[in-house]
């Protein structure tokens, strides 16, 4: 039987603390009324249960899926040693091994960013409940300051309670948005620089493009498959931020939609950006090799191959698809704060 991995127990906690929260809301009497939390201008917190396993979906795949990408490249003739392929699993393993315990540091990183990033989105509340001094004041009426208004009946401390739960599992979803984007920047990094990692430079091994694969995909099939799937999650994750920019009053854009608005473009294009940069350089040496081969079948192989991953497989069309749906709803999201 497959072990559970801690990060499905930790999102299976969280959906289940953010049901409660739902419960809760009716119990307290926050549930409904003007921006209740069970209301429809309020999707952004009452589907947060939904949003807990996306999230928790995309950390998970992401994450296997690099490791097996990483774990495939010595079969796939794409590990070198002294220019003679390393076809060895074991090769790959300190490097592997390094990557997880990179990991570690990174998720502490995206916890601290997350809880400090809910903290600024929840700036006016520091004001109304009177934690900071000033006249600053929250300027949509919700259930997050339900206490202020008369459609509800709640006392200032059973909804400054609710609030610091609800904003508290706010803080556990974005630190999992930062975890998934940060373990796929770590994954880039690692095969952008790979040659200049110790054990690697010690070992005298390094990633060549394979001309010769018959998939016509360089040897990287594996990480193209991690980059489509990520894509495909990514584009259903960004509905978290399209439901939390229409549940804004119009023209209202607090400090939290600000960051959110800069911070995305880098969910969006880290899975590519860094990919790519580092496939320009090395398709170059491929095709000097390719060229200075005896075979002339290695230069008519080198033509077959694609260096972009959302090309020749059923797979990167969906990823292809998928991230022009990503794109689409970053574009409602930049037009909504700026025009």
């Known amino acids: 039987m497959k072990r559970r991995s801690y990060t499905f127990y930790l999102t299976l906690l969280l959906v289940l603390l953010s049901i409660i929260a739902s419960i809760s809301s009716i119990l307290v009497g926050l549930a409904f009324g003007e921006g209740g939390f069970l209301t429809v201008e309020k999707l952004n917190w009452s589907l947060y249960p939904l949003f807990f396993i996306i999230c928790g979906l995309l950390i998970k795949t992401s994450w296997h899926l690099y490791i097996e990408a990483w774990n495939s490249l010595p ?22 091994k390094l990557i997880n315990k990179a990991r570690v540091p990174l998720i502490f ?28 004041y929250c300027s949509e ?41 940060f373990q796929i920047i770590l994954h880039g ?23 010769n694969d018959r998939l016509g995909e360089f040897g990287l099939t594996e990480v193209n498959r991690a980059l489509n799937t990520n894509y ?46 580092d496939r320009f350089f090395r398709v170059k040496e491929a095709s000097d090799r390719a060229k ?7 230069a008519e192989d080198f033509k077959k191959q694609s260096l ?18 990503a794109l689409a709803q970053y574009i409602y999201l930049f037009t909504n704060t700026f025009f």
């Open 75 to 96: 079969s796939n003739n794409v590990i070198y040693r002294k220019n003679v392929v390393e076809r060895r699993l074991d090769v790959i393993k300190p490097t592997v």
């Open 109 to 136: 990183a995206s916890v601290l960013f997350g809880f400090l990033l809910s903290a600024i989105d929840a700036w006016c509340l520091w004001f109304e409940y009177g934690i900071l001094r000033g006249d600053h």
């Open 141 to 181: 009426n919700d259930f997050s300051i339900a206490f202020k208004l008369e459609s509800y009946v709640v006392s200032k401390f059973s909804n400054g309670i609710f609030v610091v739960a609800v904003y508290t599992l706010q803080s556990c979803l974005i630190s999992m948005g930062l975890i998934a984007l």
């Open 189 to 211: 990094y690692f095969f952008l620089f790979f040659e200049k990692i110790e054990s690697n430079k010690k070992s005298n091994i390094e990633i060549k493009l394979n001309i």
């Open 232 to 277: 495909i999650f990514i584009a259903v994750a960004m509905t978290i931020p399209v439901l939390s920019a229409f549940s804004q009053p119009e023209g209202v854009i607090d400090h939290g939609q600000w960051l959110l608005r800069l911070l995305l473009p880098l969910l969006l294009l880290a899975p590519l950006a860094i990919p790519y940069y």
């Open 292 to 298: 200075a081969s005896a075979s002339e079948n290695d």
């Open 308 to 325: 972009f991953p959302f090309e020749g497989t059923q797979l990167g069309y969906l990823g292809k698809t998928a991230a022009a749906i």
